[in-house]
């Protein structure tokens, strides 16, 4: 039965029937969409997306005097400090530091982020300085040695 049809006349049927389902599914889901790329009356500054800035109410005038961090701006800056912080533990590390060094070192890390003081995230980014510190083998530092540098910015 399918040996009677040619390659050629399969690939038109389904030519033919995905080209009526396009159009079904244009008309029922997108009209407006259609009429505007079918019209004849169509202009090249049309095919544009202008985006138009809305103007600033006076509600919202002194805007500029204050922001308010986003979780995601936090987050970034929680990111940041984590490399920071990392790539401290492995300097000292490396240079074989004493404690009290490492500690200064460490507090002027976490004094550049002290915003960070009373965020969420504080708990977390103690623990990481503690685990690293453990990885490193050369420092032994505890949660809360870490919050008492926190507490001391």
């Known amino acids: 039965m399918l040996s009677n049809i040619t390659w050629g006349e399969y690939f038109a049927t389904v030519g033919l029937a995905m080209t009526a389902y396009y159009l079904y ?67 000292a590390s490396k240079k074989q530091m004493v404690i009290g060094e490492f500690k200064q070192m460490l507090r002027m890390v976490l004094k550049e982020r002290k915003h960070l003081a009373d965020s969420p995230y504080r708990q977390s980014i103690n623990q990481l300085i503690v685990s690293e510190c453990d990885k490193q083998g050369t420092f032994t530092l505890s949660e809360k040695e870490v919050d008492v540098m926190w507490k001391g910015l």
């Open 25 to 91: 599914i244009g008309r029922k889901y997108y009209p407006n969409e259609l009429r505007r790329l079918l019209s004849s009356k169509k202009n090249d500054n049309e095919d544009e997306t202008v985006l138009v800035e809305p103007e600033p109410s006076d509600q919202f005038e002194d805007a500029d005097d204050f922001s308010v961090p986003t979780e995601i701006d936090e987050f970034a800056e929680v990111e940041s400090l984590v490399g920071n912080v990392t790539e401290a533990i492995q300097k």
